[in-house]
């Protein structure tokens, strides 16, 4: 009997999972693969980004809320999720910026805050591992940490020699980055926009990377997952954390039918790779089927 494919999403909140390769999980689970997302923190410190919600009892039960937010965006993706429980480090504001929490996840040791992920990876298994570059796709502290305990992770949980008393080994093959927004993606959703005769939400983006106040990760694509049909799955999963997206906010001004038109992937940078593949590629697996014969 064929391997199953498994593939593991390590991210920083909960609703990052919806908002960073949903589709592309989407995909996997559809496909007969197993997809495990690992929430790092509870997302306690996020902000209420709904107007609609943002009210003095939703600010009081959030960890309760964005847990049963968490379990609704689940079951619509239809991926398991594990909870590695690390306390959210907010995102700090000002200039300069004030201090972190005491105790928050980006202030965590991070060779023993990839602990409980390595021994996720050696019970899950997985052949793929994503999460983000190293600035954290975007500079939030948990982010960044996030980065560090996966790159940790993926390098020590296939050694007998590390963390022995963490389950037995198991080596990943493949870690891939998320590129969630790269300018030549944004380029083509601006351009579609203007050529439908609509607004773009993209104006203030592309002046900062005129700017140079943006980094392009365009270069850094080096694989594109055809996931289009999935995006509406994607978009009720989001809309499932109610507390963090207005459903009429800004990731729901470019109509769907223009993102699946002019930018029909979900787009990745790879890492590390244990196995040969061919770049650029448009599966995660790629390499890893030939290996295990699976189709």
């Known amino acids: 009997m064929a391997e199953q494919l ?21 995909k996997y689970v559809a496909e007969g693969a197993k997809v495990l997302v690992v929430t790092c923190t509870g997302g306690e410190r996020g902000s209420v980004l709904n107007p609609k919600l943002d009210r003095p009892e939703v600010w009081e039960n959030i960890a309760e809320i964005r847990r049963a937010e968490m379990d609704a965006a689940r079951a619509i993706l239809g991926v398991e999720q594990a909870w590695l429980g ?10 300069p910026p004030p201090p972190l929490p005491e105790g928050c996840f980006a202030l965590e040791d991070p ?14 298994r997985p052949h793929v591992v994503t999460t983000y570059d190293e600035d954290g796709g975007y500079p939030h502290p948990d982010h960044i940490m996030c980065h560090k305990i ?8 296939g050694d007998p020699e590390r963390y022995p008393e963490l ?8 870690l891939y980055y998320d590129v969630a927004f790269s300018k030549s993606k944004v380029m083509a959703l601006h351009e579609a926009m203007l050529a439908a005769g609509l ?5 203030e983006w592309i002046k900062r990377w005129e700017n140079g106040e943006r980094r392009d990760k365009s270069p850094m694509i080096t694989t594109r997952i055809p996931c289009a049909e999935y995006f509406p799955i994607r978009d009720e999963a989001l809309r499932a954390h109610a507390t963090q ?3 009429d906010g800004f990731w729901f001004q470019v109509p769907l039918e223009v993102q699946q038109r002019a930018w029909p992937t979900e787009d990745f940078h790879l890492a590390r790779s ?3 593949t061919t770049l650029p590629e448009s599966d995660l697996f790629a390499g890893i089927r030939e290996r295990l014969n699976v189709g």
């Open 86 to 95: 690390f306390v959210d480090s907010g995102l700090p504001e000002g200039d």
């Open 6 to 26: 498994r593939l593991m999403a390590v991210h920083a909140h909960p609703d990052d999972e919806s908002s960073k390769g949903a589709a592309t999980s989407a």
């Open 199 to 203: 607004q773009s939400p993209y104006e």
């Open 150 to 157: 996966t790159v940790i992770a993926f390098e020590a949980a």
């Open 245 to 247: 997206v207005d459903p």
């Open 274 to 276: 244990l196995v040969e």
């Open 167 to 174: 389950g037995p080994p198991w080596q990943p093959l493949k």
């Open 111 to 124: 060779q023993e805050a990839a602990r409980p992920l390595i021994r996720l990876m050696r019970e899950f």
